[in-house]
């Protein structure tokens, strides 16, 4: 990943700026609304347990440390996914995040919690996003 930073670094103008945007390196989780109440139901698992995150934490810093950028503005917010049923999220996962895994037992608490007459109901995926501008040193 420094490399493609570096790589990137070579094809900005020097009024430029990068912009990175990935989740934290943590497992988002998933709730169940119904009506007015929110039931955590439990996360979304990586089979890599998110390492590819941690490792672009780890390539800005060292751009940063090998002054090839400097620091502008970071910062976070949040990706809400919401689905009608659970088994509804994960078909969506599997077509959007290739290495998401919904437990079997997530899967059925959140099918317990929706066996209501209630139709004001839906599955929440919450992820926290975080996002930086970052501005290339030209020496």
Known sequence: MVHALAKIHTLLKPDGILI???PLPEPPPIEVRLGADVYPVGWVREVDDYCEYVAADEALA???SRQLYTWQKQGTFAFTTYADTILALRDHLAETWNDAI???DVIRRAQDLMQTPNPDQEVI???VIQIARLKPVFS
Do not use: G, Q, Y
């Open 20 to 22: 990175d945007i990935h």
């Open 62 to 64: 060292t751009a940063v």
């Open 102 to 104: 919904i437990d079997p």
């Open 125 to 127: 995926l919450r992820e």
